[in-house]
């Protein structure tokens, strides 16, 4: 008698085939999107967005400049570009209390602080998108409020975030 078996390919093997082929697809392409290797170009975007440095002194607020590059003065690495810088005199609390608008209410004084300004510096960039659709900048996050430390050349500070806008 012959104990030997003639091997068939049949509908369960081809299943298994198809299975194992699926799964090394789907591994293939989840590596591929989150290395950026894939859907790179929906996750890069143009950001504008706007820093504020508070309380400079005159004598430095030339250091900014339209067109000039910004830093990350941790990293040492790009940022953005100046395209609109705006000063305003930095205000300080006073030491009184004033009535405000509606009855019963009341403020703080405000006084500028002579020979200081806190600077609004306007930056273009590409920026990555998370999968969840969080900007980051130079490994940075980019959220209103965050802070973010620059360099030109020759000024450094930490700034904060106080606006964006992707494109």
Do not use: H, W
């Amino acid at each position: 008698m012959d104990n030997t078996r003639k091997n068939k390919f049949n509908i369960v093997d081809t299943f298994v085939v198809l299975i194992l082929l699926a799964l090394i697809f789907g591994i293939v392409f989840f590596v591929l999107r989150e290395s950026g290797t894939i859907y790179a170009e929906r996750n890069e975007k143009n950001i504008t967005y706007t820093i504020c440095i508070s309380g400079v002194e005159e004598e430095y607020i030339s250091s900014f400049t339209t067109g000039e590059k910004m830093l990350n003065s941790a990293t040492l690495n790009y940022i953005g570009t100046i395209t609109k810088v705006e000063k305003l005199p930095t205000k300080e609390n006073g030491e009184k209390a004033l009535a405000g608008a509606a009855e019963g209410e009341y403020v703080l004084e405000q006084n500028e602080r002579k020979g200081f300004y806190d600077v609004y510096i306007t930056l273009t960039a590409k920026t990555k998108l998370d999968s969840r659709g969080v900007a980051y900048l130079d490994s940075e996050r980019i959220t209103i409020g965050s802070p973010l430390n620059i360099r030109s050349d020759n000024f450094a500070a930490e700034s904060y975030i106080t606006a964006f806008s992707l494109s």
